[in-house]
């Protein structure tokens, strides 16, 4: 255990020591970037700006690095953190370190929030013992160091407690130890689920194949074995997914499991990357199989097999032998018996000889051969089947054409194709029946699962060079899963807290992966890459060029979708995830997604006779052929049609297989466990950073401990929550019945916890991380003391019984003792025999029996008599009892017969009602058959929309096979089209020839080698252009081929420019003209297109006035509607009328009933009435229809208004149902209507008044809408005519674009010229500095400003005398020009200088970029540290709140000591008492023993005198015979009087005896108690000063905490301002858009109410609705056509106007430079206007000075305000101060009088001594009082102080607001300081004071222990005088005297005692 210790817990002492925690103090230390390391550590030096210089700690070297890239270092104590949301500064570089340094200590587990985080150690660790096992068990997860152990059991504890379903999620990448903790997981639900729970049931339980947990921890080595595979990442890397499904019971037992595996990578079973092995199973079995074994299967040497491709690589510490073994007992404990143990060996031998099988091509013909078939014979012996129809099935399968079957010959590469897929599919057959084997094992118990634990291990995220089908199926995965991580971490928890209504601003991480994922698996709008590869399997002549192509077309604008930056070699397409870009390359992957398969061998392997080999081939019918991969058309359609559901593609099943793990996954609580790979050489405590960083960005640990920081994780529900802690709050809650959240406030409340560390919602209390393990704590300890206190109450009873029975014991043995020395004395004496002897003899005796023989005869007579009195009383009752149930049965009878009278009534009534519920049945059964006649017209109807929706889906049917048909004239195109392509690749190939003609020239004319050169160059240059312009392909290569048509121009006009000189200045001349014709023409078409915008403008004002009109007819229709609700809450009126009347109507039958006599006119005005209801029946159905067709017509005429609500129309169906019961409902309320005539008819004027009102509303609202039909007319034809517009100018700015590249060069070739008149212009940049330099002058002598504009001036001229002469030598350089020949040479120096000047301003980009880049990461990292502060605070808050709670329960310890030291009080007066009252028995026994002496002394004298007496009669012999006898008698008289004397005197003695020594034990208990008492005293007081020097320790160093935070506060606010600066420009712009969306909502809230009620009515609209839509359908796709062809035109004029703006640029670089020097006149001008704006700035500036000097001036008389009021609070703190000085005095007075009063009071009389005392008594409690008032003013002191903290906080932040005034500020802040420092001082004079008193309490104990002391003298001095008593040396007076003394004295003492008791107190 102690090896495991060290690799659990660690040792932490290292980092924290006072040491480490002062050097990060002093020394600033940050973490900076690093390449090597990630991160170094360093210390701040100094602060340049934005960048820092750092001082590394290792190497000492100074850095300079930018701010942004400074990371912050917690402190040391931080150090080795076991949860890293507990880190106060949390950025990448301290989780990066924490988890560093665990690492090379040994511990791999670390919490990171709510999940746990693994690092892989690479070596055996000695933590996952039984041991181990143990100690997690049960524990919570804040008790025990971060383990899997911790997970597991949190999770199985939440199973069990909440019933709810887990999963634990082990991701991360290959090799990180993801299978290993799963096994870790198995092994512990194994071992604390197990239903065999002690060792002898496991040892009886003796089952036949092994117990359930056995069986499951097994099954994971034959996995491993089929499964698991060396790569060279992992030697037991898992290339399958597979999710382990423990089910449990109710009690917590394993009941059964269930395995589901995922993408087997079976291409492993053909093919190995270097270095790497196939399955572990081929290895095993070749090692470790026997010889009979080998010769069964076949078995031959590693280097014999094609398919082990790098032969026998072994693993180290690893035999292939042993484990082989291992995998055969592990199928014996799974039951799986020996024929499929060799079946399953067999197919995996076949598989290694499938390998072997070669194929040669014959030699005139391309069919494969099979020249030995060694091979092909192993696997038929080994699979069953027959040789010949095997090698006939691969070398000339069936394929079905048409309807018939023909063979086909097969090449050698489709033979070698064939066998491989074969061997894969036979693999992972075999490894998927192996997994069902597995699973039907593990599933054989019978008990019922209640719940279950998940256990998920899938391969993580894969990015190799080569990525292919199994990489996106493995990342997609993987994007599932981190979807679910994000969703359950950051959306679901955030959603909880707004269901809960708890006050959370929602944040945005950032991690929504739906676009990557709708990437992949979208069906369609537009298709993912899953869905276009499926459709590219079913066309006959796909291939996965065409795959590709489609994807990029479909694709290509997502944001998630780039193309390769790779060689289309190397990469077809590259996918954005979460963990990066991924290049895909999209090889066979048709194949892969097919996965073809020979059918012909397959049907062998299935006719087998094995019955291994036929059952893994019994699904032959999900077999895809050879027929669907050939590409034969004729048959490919029809195998389409008739197996259509069949065939299902290898990403279909993936996709619905990962969509039912995501399903189960979410049902279940996550428990995620991210696997991290430290580094990828397998090596034992080496960590790479890069490789950790990469992992836990992708793994998003940072984002899951923020959010666990910030959020809520622990909630409990309400009644939960009470049950659980009001334990903690036991007063808190009032008696009686109180709401659950009322009663959680109310606990809260008396919990007092901090309000930020809590939520209270609707249903749950929501705590930050830790409060609810805090509150167990405290729960623990409450239930512990309660526990010890019941405990204590019991010994306590225990002993005191026990005790009581001692003291009984003692009594008794006292008892016998006595009885025991009596008889001792008693046995010898002979008198004492002889009445012993008598006693029996004598009659009393026997009175005595014979009475209680006469009593006993009496109590039995008496019981007798009492047993017959019992008897009498019982028969008396019993009497009674039957007469009042005889006097029950008559009344009971005379009640029967009064029932019978009424039921006999009742029936006649009954008879009577039969009749008339007889003649109503008649009326009802007429209802019905109209009713059932209604129903036979809505059958009806309902079967003519049956046909109408027959003929709807024959129309589909129709436009279906349309759309067949048109799919098939494409697949035709598509031939076509490739038809074509061959024709253009021809063509192509000739060109090639052509052009290689053309070389041979060129070779020949060797003059022009340069030009061709030249022109070679350019071409690359043009290469480079188009690869930087990959978004802009297509248009590159159009304008490449017309530069190609320039260039051979340009050829052509070189030859004759070599030829002719002359023609070449004519060309020249002839290109100037040009150019200013395509300017005069490119102004044209600029006019041309201003007057386009403007029309378009136009067009668009319009379309804003028609959306302004359909905004108004919009509110019309909600005016209507609010119409519609009047009507219908007068229709609520009427049917309330209805309802009163009907009541009345009841009311009459039941007078009808009762008067039956008019039933003939009662019919007859029935019948009537009848008539009259159905022709208001009829009136109201014509009323409704003309109201359904106007309403009809109104939706006709309004759908347009509606066409943003057609996708809602499937909820209208919802409603549908709901409308159809409400119209049956209304249907039967209008039948019972038939008697309601009055109603009726008012209902009906009512109905015509809305009728009317209705018809004038849409008489307006048709208006309306035939107005909106013209205006959108005239809409539509302004479109029409702008597209044509639009088509006119694009088709003019083609021909503009042509000429504009024609001429652009001719352009780049004046560029050169204007070369040198640049070199001319340098005098004049010369002369402009010089002017420049004059301006500054000019700038800094504001007086001189008239003079100096003369010399600009007169500079000016001279300019203007410069330019002239330079435009002469303009002139005649251009004429020079004209002459020059070498023309192209200077156009091509000007392409390369415009090559310069893009290359200068995309670095400008760049570095612009890298400036905003630089600005994110800025805001990013002042982001977190704004968290992380804010954090902290929290955390301070928390601090404090301690801090207060200990006080609070040290002033709570400190009430319970005093009320102790009350109880100590009490208890010591009562034994006081006691011995008082003892000692007072003590002197009475005394007194009566001295009387009991006096006697006995008197009767010695009398016996002296009668001895002499008798001596004298002795003496006188006459009278001796006589009195003799009498003599003796009196003799024995007075001997038995002096006898029961000594007894007396002994009993007396005894009991003296016993009183003392309870005196004397009392005494010691007196002293006992009060040493006791004082020690208490003493320890409580030493607590207590304890205490208080940690609380100050505390205070100091919150204070200096304070400091830091207010330091780091201010930095914080000075670089939020920054931020707030540079997210100014970003709310305004967010401002405009919420405005655009709060608009867009708006108006969706005042569509919705009115969707709402026009859905009600639209399933009476059906039909006109239907042809609206149609119409609005085929608007709607007009107008989107016309849309897509605007944003077509508008994308064309984009382009057009870039080309212009290109154009207008090289234009106007070309005035520029030719006109820079007729702009210098402008540019003085302009210089001195610049002067004069300065002039105005620097006067505007006075004003901004003279507004802040007012403003700072404002601030400081705010500030002195602010300081005069802390100068008056601090005069009151002072004054407090004094008076508290003063009270101290006081006190100190009052202790020295009552010094004095308690020496006088010690000599007075005892009145006086008892009215002292009650004085004494007042006075302290006056004293009491005072001390009260002080601790009062005292916290308000404290109260001040915090105050005055808060006020001094105010006036910081002041500070950091006023930049200027900083110094006055912080001298302000220096000031308020030292006022601390003095309040602090007080506080400690104060806390003096009380230790004062303190003090002067321990004077006045240690006077109670003097005067117990003199007490115990006189105590002493009683028992020496009870002593001498006993001796008899004092006399009886003086014993007396000195008795009273003795109780005077003692009451002194007792006195004495009692005064100092409240001095105590």
């Not at 077999?623 to 029809?638: C, F, N, R």
């Not at 109408?948 to 759309?963: K, M, P, W």
């Not at 008289?1533 to 002096?1538: G, H, K, R, S």
């Not at 006067?1739 to 000097?1749: A, C, G, K, R």
């Amino acid at each position: 255990m102690a090896d495991a210790e060290k690799f659990l817990y660690g040792d932490r002492s290292a980092g924290n020591t006072p040491l480490a925690q002062a050097d990060w103090a002093t020394k600033k230390l940050v973490w900076i970037p690093s390449e090597k390391l990630g991160f170094e550590a360093g210390s701040l030096k100094e602060e340049k700006g934005e960048e820092c210089v750092v001082e590394l700690t290792d190497s000492g070297k100074k850095v300079t690095v930018n701010k942004d890239d400074i990371q912050k270092m917690n402190p040391p104590k931080f150090s080795k953190v076991e949860d890293m949301a507990e880190l106060t500064c949390l950025n990448e570089a301290s989780v990066l370190h924490n988890l560093k340094e665990r690492y090379y200590s040994g511990l791999i587990y670390t919490y990171s929030g709510l999940f746990c985080v693994v690092v892989n150690p690479y070596k055996y660790l000695p933590i996952y013992s039984e041991d181990i096992v143990n100690m997690y068990k049960g524990k919570k997860r804040h008790e025990m160091p971060p383990h899997i152990y911790a997970i597991t059991d949190t999770a199985y504890r939440s199973m069990m407690q909440d019933r709810e379903d887990q999963s634990i999620l082990c991701t991360g990448e290959s090799g990180a130890g993801k299978t290993e903790n799963t096994k870790k997981v198995i092994q512990y639900l194994a071992h604390v689920a197990s239903s065999f729970k002690s060792k002898k049931e496991q040892a009886n339980a003796v089952l036949s194949h092994g117990e359930l947990e056995k069986q499951l921890l097994q099954a994971n080595p034959i996995l491993e074995a089929f499964g698991n595979a060396k790569t060279v990442k992992n030697d037991n890397s898992s290339r399958f997914g597979k999710f382990i499904r423990i089910n449990f019971d109710v009690n917590g037992y394993i009941v059964g499991a269930n395995i589901e595996t995922y993408l087997l990578e079976k291409s492993r079973a053909v093919r190995q990357a270097k270095d790497e092995r196939s399955f572990h199973i081929f290895y095993y079995m070749l090692s470790g199989a026997g010889e009979k074994l080998r010769s069964e299967l076949c078995l031959e040497d590693y280097s014999k097999y094609r398919f082990m491709s790098n032969g026998n690589v072994t693993i180290p510490g690893q035999q292939d032998k042993d484990l082989f073994t291992e995998t055969m007992d592990a199928f014996q404990i799974m039951s799986i018996p020996e024929d499929e143990r060799i079946g399953l060996l067999k197919v995996v031998s076949a598989v290694l000889q499938l390998g072997n099988m070669s194929f040669k091509k014959e030699r005139n013909t391309d069919q494969a051969s099979m020249p030995d078939d060694t091979a092909a014979q192993k696997v038929c012996h080994l699979l069953s089947i027959n040789v010949t129809d095997f090698t006939r099935a691969i070398l000339s399968p069936k394929i079905k054409v048409g309807r018939d079957f023909v063979q086909k010959a097969q090449t050698q590469e489709q033979a070698e194709f064939a066998i491989e897929a074969l061997a894969k599919a036979s693999y992972e057959r075999m490894f998927r029946w192996l997994v069902l084997r597995i699973n039907k094992a593990l599933d054989k118990t019978k008990r019922q699962g209640a719940s279950f634990i998940g256990i998920l291990d899938i391969a993580g995220f894969e990015i190799f060079e080569l990525n292919s089908f199994e990489q996106l199926c493995i990342n997609y995965t993987n994007e599932k899963l981190q979807q679910l991580f994000n969703h359950t971490m950051f959306v679901l928890e955030q959603e909880e807290y707004q269901r809960e209504g708890i006050e959370w601003s929602f944040i945005d991480f950032g991690l929504d992966l739906q676009p990557c994922i709708d990437l992949i698996e979208k069906p369609a709008g537009p298709p993912g890459v899953l869905a276009l590869l499926d459709e590219e399997c079913w066309f006959p002549k796909a291939t996965d060029k065409s795959f590709v192509e489609k994807v990029v077309q479909e694709q290509g604008t997502n944001p998630k979708f780039q193309k390769p930056k790779k060689l289309k070699d190397d990469a077809d397409f590259c996918i954005i995830h979460y963990a990066g870009k991924v290049d895909y390359k999209a090889n066979a992957w048709l194949m892969k997604n097919m996965d073809p398969l020979n059918e012909c061998v397959a049907t062998l392997f299935n006719q087998s006779t094995d019955k291994f080999t036929a059952e893994l081939w019994k699904d032959m019918d999900r077999i895809v052929g050879l027929d669907k991969v050939a590409g034969m058309s004729e048959s490919i359609h029809g195998a389409s049609r008739t197996r259509k559901g069949m065939f299902r593609t290898v990403g279909q099943l993936y996709k619905e297989q990962l969509g039912n793990l995501m399903a189960t996954l979410r049902n279940t609580n996550p428990n995620f466990v991210r696997c991290i790979i430290p580094n990828h050489e397998k090596k034992a405590g080496k960590l790479e950073p890069h490789l950790v960083l990469d992992q836990l960005r992708c793994n998003g640990v940072l984002e899951g401990i923020r959010i666990c920081r910030q959020g809520f994780p622990n909630r409990i529900v309400f009644q939960e929550f009470r049950q659980r802690y009001e334990i903690l709050t036991p007063n808190a809650i009032p008696k009686g019945f109180m709401d659950g959240k009322q009663a959680c406030v109310l606990m809260i409340k008396a919990l007092e916890l901090d309000p930020n560390l809590f939520r209270v919602g609707q249903s749950k209390v929501f705590f930050r991380a830790g409060v609810l393990a805090h509150l167990e704590e405290e729960r623990d300890i409450k239930i512990t003391d309660v526990v010890i206190s019941f405990q204590a109450w019991c010994r306590g009873y225990v002993a005191r019984k026990a005790f009581t029975k001692r003291q009984q014991q003692l009594t008794a043995m006292k008892v016998i003792q006595r009885n025991c020395v009596a008889y001792l004395k008693l046995r010898n004496w002979q008198w004492w025999r002889l009445f012993t002897k008598v006693k029996p003899l004598l009659q009393v005796t026997r009175q005595e029996e014979e009475m209680l023989a006469k009593e006993e005869e009496l109590e039995k007579v008496m019981e007798r008599q009492l047993q017959a009195q019992q008897q009498l009383q019982e028969f008396e009752s019993k009497q009674q009892q039957l007469n009042a149930e005889k006097l029950a049965l008559q009344e009971q009878l005379q009640a029967e017969t009064e029932l019978c009278a009424e039921a006999e009534e009742m029936r006649a009534r009954l008879a009577t009602r039969k009749q008339e519920l007889e003649e109503i049945l008649h009326d009802l059964e007429s209802r019905l058959e109209e009713e059932e006649e209604r129903a036979t017209q809505m059958q009806t109807e309902k079967k003519k929309m049956q046909q109408n929706i027959t003929d709807l889906e024959q129309q589909l049917d129709q436009e279906e096979g349309a759309r067949q048909k048109l799919q098939m004239e494409k697949v035709t195109t598509d031939a076509k089209l490739k038809k074509l392509e061959e024709d253009v690749m021809v063509l192509d190939d000739q060109n090639n020839k052509l052009l290689k003609e053309k070389k041979q020239m060129e070779e020949r004319i060797s003059e022009f080698t340069t030009n061709l050169t030249e022109e070679e160059e350019k071409s690359k240059s043009l290469q480079k252009l188009k690869n930087k312009h990959e978004a802009m392909i297509t248009d590159l290569e159009d304008r490449l081929r017309k530069e190609e048509k320039v260039r051979q121009e340009l050829e052509k006009n070189r030859r004759k420019l070599e030829g002719d000189s002359s023609e070449l200045h004519d060309q020249m001349s002839d290109l100037q003209a040009q150019i200013d014709e395509l300017r005069a023409q490119l102004a044209k078409k600029e006019e041309e297109l201003h007057a386009a915008l403007s029309r378009i403008e136009e067009e668009a004002a319009a379309k804003n006035a028609a959306q302004k009109q359909i905004r108004e007819l919009e509110a019309q229709i909600s005016e209507l509607q609010e119409d519609l609700e009047l009507e219908r809450q007068a229709r609520a009126k009427a049917e309330k009328h209805r309802r009163d009347l009907g009541e009345e109507l009841e009311a009459l039958k039941t007078e009808l009933e009762d008067t039956l006599d008019s039933t003939a006119a009662q019919q007859e005005l029935r019948s009537k009435r009848e008539v009259e209801v159905t022709h208001l029946k009829k009136n109201l159905e014509e009323e409704a229809k003309l109201h359904e067709q106007q309403m009809a017509d109104m939706r006709q005429k309004h759908n347009q208004a509606f066409e943003e609500l057609n996708e809602q129309l499937e909820l209208a169906k919802r409603n549908k149902m709901s409308m159809e019961k409400a119209k049956q409902a209304l249907e039967s309320e209008w039948n019972e209507l038939q008697i309601e005539m009055k109603t009726l008819t008012q209902g009906k004027g009512d109905s015509e008044q809305r009728r009317k009102k209705a018809e004038t509303q849409l008489q307006e609202l048709q208006v309306k809408y035939s107005e909106s039909e013209r205006h959108r007319h005239e809409v539509a034809d302004k479109m029409a005519k702008m597209q044509s517009e639009l088509e006119h100018v694009n088709s003019l700015l083609s021909e503009a674009d042509n000429k504009n590249i024609k001429f652009s060069k001719d352009i780049s070739a004046t560029d050169s010229q204007l070369q040198d008149a640049q070199e001319l212009l340098q005098e004049e940049t010369r002369q402009k500095l010089a002017l420049s330099t004059r301006l500054r002058q000019l700038e800094d002598e504001q007086n001189n400003l008239r003079e100096l504009l003369e010399e600009e001036e007169e500079g000016k001229k001279n300019a203007e005398k410069q330019i002239t002469t330079l435009q002469t030598q303009l002139a005649d350089m251009k004429k020079k020009l004209e002459n020059e020949s070498l023309s192209l040479e200077g156009a091509e120096e000007g392409r390369k200088r415009s090559q310069r000047e893009l290359e200068g301003v995309m670095h400008q980009l760049e570095e612009r970029t890298a400036a905003y880049d630089k600005l994110d990461k800025t805001k990013t990292r002042l982001q977190q540290e704004l968290d992380d502060l804010i954090v902290d605070q929290d955390h301070l808050r928390q601090i404090v709140s301690n801090l207060e709670k200990k006080q609070k329960k040290f002033d709570q310890m400190l009430a319970e000591e005093k009320t102790i030291s009350t109880q100590y009080a009490e208890e010591r007066d009562k034994a006081e008492a006691e011995a008082r009252e003892k000692e007072t028995r003590a002197l009475t026994l005394a007194r009566e023993l001295e009387t009991m002496s006096d006697v006995k002394n008197e009767l010695d004298r009398a016996n002296k005198m009668l001895k002499a007496e008798m001596d004298d009669l002795v003496s006188s012999k006459d009278d001796v015979g006589k009195s003799v006898h009498e003599l003796e008698r009196s003799k024995r008289a007075m001997d038995q009087q002096l006898e029961e004397m000594r007894v007396q005197v002994e009993e007396l003695e005894d009991e003296l005896q016993a009183t003392e020594d309870a005196k004397l034990r009392l005494e010691v208990n007196m002293q006992a108690m009060k040493a006791q008492f004082d020690r208490d005293l003493q320890a409580r007081d030493e607590q207590g000063e304890e205490r208080r020097k940690q609380l100050v320790k505390q205070v100091r160093e919150m204070e200096v905490d304070l400091e830091d935070e207010r330091k780091q506060r201010s930095q914080a606010l000075s670089a939020k301002k920054k931020l707030e600066l540079d997210l100014g420009e970003l709310d305004v712009q967010i401002e405009a858009a919420n405005k655009g969306r709060d608009e867009a909502l708006k108006q969706l809230k005042k569509l919705q109410p009115l969707m709402k009620e026009q859905m009600r009515e639209l399933d009476e609209l059906r039909l006109s609705r239907d042809e609206a839509v149609n119409v609005a359908k085929e608007t709607e796709r007009k107008l989107k056509a016309m849309e897509a062809d605007a944003l077509h035109f508008q994308e064309d004029l984009a382009t057009a106007e870039k080309v212009k703006r290109q154009v207008q640029t090289e234009r106007d670089e070309l005035q520029e430079e030719i006109s820079s020097t007729n702009t210098k006149n402008t540019v003085l001008a302009e210089d001195k206007r610049k002067l004069e704006a300065r002039i105005t700035q620097l006067e505007e500036e006075l004003e901004e000075e003279h507004l802040n000097t007012e403003m700072v001036n404002d601030r400081l008389k705010r500030s002195v305000l602010q300081t005069e009021q802390m100068t008056t609070e601090l005069a009151e703190e002072r004054s407090g101060s004094l008076r508290l000085e003063g009270a101290r005095s006081q006190l100190d007075r009052q202790n020295k009088e009552m010094k004095l009063k308690l020496q006088e009071l010690e000599g007075t009389i005892k009145s006086k001594y008892k009215s002292s005392i009650t004085t004494l008594e007042a006075k302290i409690a006056q004293l009491e009082e005072q001390l009260d008032i002080e601790s009062k003013e005292r916290q308000q002191a404290t109260r001040l102080t915090r105050r005055t903290e808060k006020k001094l906080k105010e006036v910081l932040l002041m500070v950091d607001d006023e930049r200027r005034n900083t110094d006055q500020f912080k001298d302000q802040a220096e000031k308020a300081n030292i006022r601390m420092r003095q309040l602090k001082r007080q506080l400690e004079e104060a806390e003096e004071e009380v230790t004062r008193s303190n003090a002067q309490r321990r004077k006045m104990q240690r006077e109670l222990e003097d005067a117990t002391e003199s007490a115990d003298s006189m105590n002493r001095e009683v028992g020496i005088l009870k002593s001498k008593l006993r001796r008899g040396d004092v006399p009886f007076n003086m014993r007396r005297v000195v008795n009273r003394s003795g109780l005077d004295s003692d009451e002194d003492v007792d006195g004495k005692t009692e005064t100092p008791e409240p001095a105590a107190e």
